[in-house]
T-cell receptor, first 113, second 115 residues
Framework: RKEVEQDPGPFNVPEGATVAFNCTYS??????FFWYRQDCRKEPKLLMS???SGNEDGRFTAQLNRASQYISLLIRDSKLSDSATYLC??????????????FGRGTQLTVWP | DGGITQSPKYLFRKEGQNVTLSCEQN?????MYWYRQDPGQGLRLIYY???????QKGDIAEGYSVSREKKESFPLTVTSAQKNPTAFYLC??????????????FGDGTRLSIL
């Protein structure tokens, strides 16, 4: 089973729509969680960290459910510039050694005018 | 300004040739990473390094080698043993240490193709 699973999409939504992406992770020892954004043929860029209590950054809201091992990203009032691939990322330490990130394959979003 | 610099942006490899991809960071980060991304695929970890003179294999290390002689630098060599090297290679760094909540920051990548 993969460490991180995401619906690959694509999601095609009109400007102004609200869209939600989901992600599940397989290892309950996972300790920190992120959403990255990747534009076509570019490097991934950190969108936001995901905290246990849920967190919001402008139009973006991230939620974490540790019991269900589930992470979500909600985008409100979609803009054309939100078109990108959204990567769900999980970090898991191994004892005293530095952990590593596990990346989902990404969910593709296209916002149309 | 601080960041991660990868070079070259595009690289072509001949059959049987080793090539080296450069990654330099001035963020004073302890940890550095190399990933490979194929079209429509997620990132796969090749090698990572927590501190100078130390590195570990990731999930797909075969056909690759690295060194970490300086904190700022983590070059990746794609050897002739890597039979399918065409991909987008991404270098990343993070603060490392004991804190778990450390995101990684990426360079803008190197696209490697076979001639």
């Amino acid at each position: 089973r993969k460490e991180v699973e995401q619906d690959p999409g694509p999601f095609n939504v009109p400007e102004g729509a609200t869209v939600a992406f989901n992600c599940t992770y397989s290892n309950s020892a996972s300790q920190s969680f992120f959403w990255y954004r990747q534009d076509c043929r570019k490097e991934p860029k950190l969108l936001m960290s995901v905290y246990s209590s849920g967190n919001e950054d402008g139009r973006f809201t991230a939620q974490l459910n540790r019991a269900s091992q589930y992470i979500s990203l909600l985008i409100r009032d979609s803009k054309l510039s939100d078109s990108a691939t959204y990567l769900c990322v999980v970090n898991r330490n191994r004892g005293s050694t530095l952990g590593r990130l596990y990346f989902g394959r990404g969910t593709q979003l296209t916002v149309w005018p | 300004d601080g960041g991660i610099t990868q070079s070259p942006k595009y690289l072509f490899r001949k059959e049987g040739q080793n090539v080296t991809l450069s990654c330099e960071q001035n963020l004073n980060h302890d940890a550095m990473y190399w990933y490979r991304q194929d079209p429509g695929q997620g990132l796969r970890l090749i090698y990572y390094s927590q501190i100078v003179n130390d590195f570990q294999k990731g999930d797909i290390a075969e056909g690759y080698s690295v060194s970490r002689e300086k904190k700022e630098s983590f070059p990746l060599t794609v050897t002739s043993a890597q039979k399918n090297p065409t991909a987008f290679y991404l270098c990343a760094s993070s603060m490392g240490g004991s804190s778990v909540n450390q995101p990684q920051h990426f360079g803008d990548g190197t696209r490697l193709s076979i001639l």
